[in-house]
C-alpha cells in the first residue's frame, strides 16, 4: 500500500522474523557469539532467555542459518506445547532420523546411535527449543537427560532452549536443580535504547529499499520508543501502522501524531508492553465471589445451631 509512496521495495516492518532483519545490537551480538561459541565447543546446555519481543526467535533463524551453513545438523522445536512423546517425534523427524516404533526406549537407542556416528564423522547435532518457558517439568526433565548422550570427554548433543523470563523462574523451581545446575552459558536479549532504536528503524527501512530521504521525523521515533519501550515487535507495529496512516494522509515525513494515534488504537498507551503476567497467590485477598460463599457458609451454620438449641 505504502510502499510506492515511501520509495520502498519491501515492507520493513513485517512481523515475520527473517534473520536478514537481525539488527547487531551490542547485547544482540554477544547472544548471537555466545551462542555459536557454546555449540561448537561442545558445552551441552545453553540458556536464551529475554523480554517478549526482544527478536529472540529472529536471533534464533539467523543462528540456524549459520549452523546450516557450517553442516550441523539441526532440531528445531517452535510449539513447546508437547508431551514428551511429542516432543520425541518432532525432534526424530527434524534430525531426519527413521524410526520404525515409537516407544521411548528404541527410540532413545536410535538416537544415540545416530549422534555416535556423527561424533566419528566429526559433525554436530544441535535440539533448540523455542518458547521453552511452557515447557511442563516433565518434558524439561526428559530434555535433561538428553545431555546423557555423551563421551568421556564432550557432549554429542548440544541443547539450545529459549524464552521468555518466565523461564529463568521456571528454572529456579527445585525439582529443575539438576537441569539448571547443566546450563554452562547463558544469553540474553533487551530493549533497544533510544539510539539503538533509532539506529534499528533507519536499518529496516535500508533493508526495504529506503533511500536517504527522511521516512521518520524525529519527534515521531521518539514517540514510537515512548510507546514500544524499546520492545523491536512493539516498534515494528507503530511503525508499519504509522506508515499505512502516513500514506493515507499523504504526508511525508511521518509525523508523531500518527505514531500517537497507533499507539492509541492499540491501547499501548495505557498497557504496558513488558508488563508480566500477573497470578494470584493463596495469601492474597479472596474474589468478592469467595467472599460471599464463605459468608453464606458462615450463615447456614450459625442457623443449624439456632435449630439444634431449640
Known amino acids: 500500500m505504502y510502499k ?13 522474523p527473517d534473520p536478514r532483519y537481525l539488527f547487531l545490537t551490542r547485547e544482540i551480538q554477544e547472544a548471537l557469539a555466545g551462542l555459536a561459541y557454546g555449540i561448537k565447543n561442545r558445552k551441552g546446555f545453553i540458556l536464551l532467555t529475554g523480554e517478549v519481543g526482544t ?43 527413521p524410526c520404525e516404533r515409537r516407544d521411548k526406549s528404541y527410540v532413545l537407542m536410535r538416537l544415540n546411535q545416530w549422534l555416535l556416528q556423527r561424533y566419528r564423522d566429526r559433525k554436530t547435532s544441535v535440539l533448540i527449543v523455542d518458547e521453552a518457558q511452557n515447557l511442563s517439568l516433565e518434558v524439561l526433565e526428559e530434555i535433561r537427560l538428553l545431555t546423557n548422550f555423551e563421551t568421556a570427554n ?9 524464552g521468555q523470563p518466565e523461564l529463568d523462574d521456571k528454572l529456579r523451581d527445585p525439582r529443575l536443580r539438576q537441569l539448571r545446575q547443566r546450563i554452562t552459558m547463558r544469553c540474553r536479549t533487551q530493549p533497544l535504547s533510544m539510539q539503538e532504536l533509532s539506529g534499528y528503524i533507519a536499518e529496516r527501512l535500508r533493508i526495504g529499499g529506503a533511500n536517504s530521504v527522511p521516512i521518520f521525523s524525529p519527534e515521531a521515533i521518539e514517540a514510537i520508543y515512548k510507546y514500544s519501550r524499546g520492545i523491536p515487535r512493539v516498534a515494528n507495529l507503530l511503525c508499519e501502522h504509522s506508515l499505512i496512516g502516513a500514506f493515507v494522509d499523504q504526508v511525508r515525513p511521518v509525523p508523531a501524531r500518527l505514531v500517537e494515534d497507533a499507539a492509541r488504537e492499540f491501547e499501548l498507551d495505557e498497557l504496558d ?3 508480566r503476567p500477573v497470578t494470584r497467590s493463596n495469601a492474597e485477598q479472596p474474589t468478592p465471589m469467595e467472599g460471599l460463599l464463605r459468608n453464606l457458609n ?5 442457623m443449624n445451631r439456632a435449630n439444634s438449641a431449640r
Open 154 to 162: 564432550e557432549k554429542l548433543l548440544q541443547i539450545v532452549l529459549s
Open 4 to 16: 510506492t509512496f515511501f520509495g520502498l521495495k519491501e515492507h520493513p516492518f513485517n512481523a515475520n
Open 298 to 302: 458462615q450463615l447456614l451454620q450459625d
Open 273 to 275: 508492553p513488558m508488563a
Open 55 to 97: 527478536g529472540k526467535t529472529t536471533l534464533l533463524n539467523r543462528l540456524l542459518d549459520w549452523l546450516n551453513m557450517e553442516g550441523v545438523a539441526t532440531a528445531y522445536i517452535f510449539n513447546s506445547q508437547l508431551d514428551v512423546s511429542q516432543l520425541f517425534d518432532l525432534m526424530m523427524a527434524d534430525f531426519g532420523i
